[in-house]
């Protein structure tokens, strides 16, 4: 059967369960045809608690999720225990009271019912900076289907003593024009929803990007500043996305498929934090 693009994003999400506000569901399996392996996933954020789902991944013609409600799942900060976490039926979470803080190491431990011990780490993000506020001009360039659409331009101040990673969300982007010329996302063939790039040539410096969006009223701009882990899942969950797109339709068996890349020990999933600062663009 022939399917949208559209429609091929929102299955994608749906069996990936991407959720910001409690947790990440990613079946690397999606490419394995093979099930049964224990997935642990979390991504945090500042001033949210942790909230981590564990389930089993299912095979590639199987769309459904096993949620696992009867694992131990431990939280450390920097090697220290802090919580046992507690499993929530109605968000087939296991939730906790903490909050991440910035310049602690996190450490979960999960231990599956039948004696598998999962192991993941990552830490919460300093805030990142802007120089000012996002400023949208109206009517800047023309979409053949949208018509007249805008730009926004935001300014990011990267600390030079640190190794960072960002994601910029500002609508549907369009195309982005940038001072140095430098977003290194995977080239995107038909859908990313957030601009993904890391300090390399910007280390230290003030970092201008224009970006086209489609549409033509003032966009709400979300800036992360997000951990390692989180940024080569991200660019691989784009990557995997672009792979299975050929010619504008959905592909499930590409000739080169790309892997989700998580950091569980012993399963698969992602546990990875993101620290972001939300801005109203000014109409100018």
């Known amino acids: 059967m022939m399917i949208s693009q559209r429609n091929n994003l929102i299955l994608f999400i749906s069996l990936c369960c991407i959720l910001y506000s409690c947790s990440i569901t990613v079946h690397d399996?999606?490419?394995?045809?093979?099930?049964?392996?224990?997935?642990?996933?979390?991504?945090?954020q500042n001033d949210k608690p942790f909230s981590i789902q564990i389930s089993k991944s299912a095979a590639l013609n199987d769309s459904s999720i096993e949620i696992v409600s009867n694992?131990?799942?431990?939280?450390?900060?920097?090697?220290?225990?802090?919580?046992n976490l507690i499993f929530d039926a109605a968000s087939g979470c296991y939730s906790?009271?903490?909050s991440p803080e910035v310049g602690i190491v996190y450490q979960i431990k999960v231990t599956m019912p039948d004696g598998l011990i999962l192991n993941a780490q990552?830490?919460?993000?300093?805030?990142?900076?802007?120089s000012s506020y996002p400023i949208?001009?109206?009517?800047t360039w023309y979409h053949e289907l949208n018509g007249m659409c805008g730009q926004v331009e935001i300014s990011?101040?990267?600390?030079?003593n640190t190794i960072d990673y960002y994601e910029v969300e500002a609508g549907?982007?369009?195309?982005?024009?940038?001072?140095i010329n430098y977003i290194d996302n995977v080239n995107s063939s038909w859908y990313q929803e957030t601009i993904l790039f890391s300090d390399q040539k910007i280390n230290g410096k003030e970092y201008r990007m224009v970006i086209q969006i489609d549409g033509n009223a003032a966009p709400k701009?979300?800036?992360?500043?997000?951990?390692?882990?989180?940024?080569n899942y991200k660019k691989s969950l784009y990557s995997y996305q672009n792979t299975q797109n050929n010619d504008g339709e959905w592909n499930p068996f590409p000739k080169n498929p790309s892997i989700l890349k998580g950091n569980i020990i012993n399963g698969l999933g992602i546990f990875a934090g993101y620290n972001e600062s939300v801005y109203q663009s000014i109409s100018q």
């Open 29 to 44: 399996d999606l490419l394995l045809q093979k099930s049964n392996y224990a997935v642990a996933n979390c991504i945090f």
């Open 71 to 83: 694992a131990k799942v431990e939280l450390f900060s920097n090697s220290v225990k802090i919580a």
């Open 96 to 98: 906790s009271t903490k």
């Open 122 to 130: 990552d830490s919460l993000p300093a805030e990142p900076k802007i």
């Open 136 to 139: 949208f001009q109206a009517s």
């Open 156 to 160: 990011i101040l990267d600390n030079k």
């Open 172 to 179: 549907i982007v369009s195309k982005i024009n940038d001072d």
């Open 221 to 231: 701009v979300i800036v992360r500043k997000i951990s390692a882990a989180y940024y």
